[in-house]
């Protein structure tokens, strides 16, 4: 399973969108805070709409508390959360990757592991390029053009969801779909 790591999302709507698309895929979402936006809001509850009830969300109060919850006291002690994510990573050897449009590796030129954490920034300003600069090794980037700043956040989860699922040939999900009229 790919597990998408949001950092402090500012817009309701983009992650409601993402909490629909991880429900549809089966890939688990945490939701570092804080957040541009109150959990009641009407446009992330209808975003996602009744796809919540299969969602496998899980939301921490800072980058400390996800580290600690899912890698048994990953960040302990640490001030600098880019080296904590680093030594976390290392600690554990999992496999991490941290989606930027300052990266120079295409996300389709990595293998994406059965349990992959994919980081994604705040839509105004991505992820924080302390993080970046101590994991450049793993940051992974879509194509566009040089004129476009950056995609749509639930967009560019939903491409690295999907590349995911390509390269693990669609396991777990549903290929076929048929015509109700007919």
């Not at 059965?114 to 994604?120: A, K, P, R």
């Not at 053009?145 to 939903?158: D, F, G, H, Q, Y």
Request: aromatic share 10%.
């Amino acid at each position: 399973m790919i597990n998408i790591v949001l950092v402090n999302p500012e817009i309701p709507n983009n992650t409601g969108n993402i909490v629909r698309t991880c429900a549809a895929t089966g890939a688990q979402l945490h939701i570092i805070e804080p957040c541009g936006f109150s959990w009641e809001d009407k446009y992330l509850k209808r975003s996602g709409l009744d796809y919540w009830e299969i969602a496998d969300v899980m939301r921490y109060e800072s980058m400390q508390a996800f580290l600690t919850a899912n890698f048994s006291g990953g960040a302990e002690g640490s001030d600098n959360i880019a080296l904590a994510v680093k030594n976390t990573k290392l600690n554990t050897h999992s496999q991490f990757f941290f989606a930027s449009t300052k990266s120079d590796h295409n996300h389709t030129d990595v293998s994406y592991e059965e349990d992959c954490w994919v980081f994604f920034g705040r839509e105004t300003k991505g992820l924080d390029e302390e993080l970046l600069h101590e994991n450049y090794a793993d940051c992974i980037r879509i194509p566009m053009r040089a004129e476009a700043r950056s995609l749509n956040l639930a967009n560019s989860v939903a491409i690295i969801i999907y590349e995911y699922h390509r390269q693990h040939e669609y396991k777990g999900l549903k290929e076929v779909g048929k015509l109700t009229k007919y």
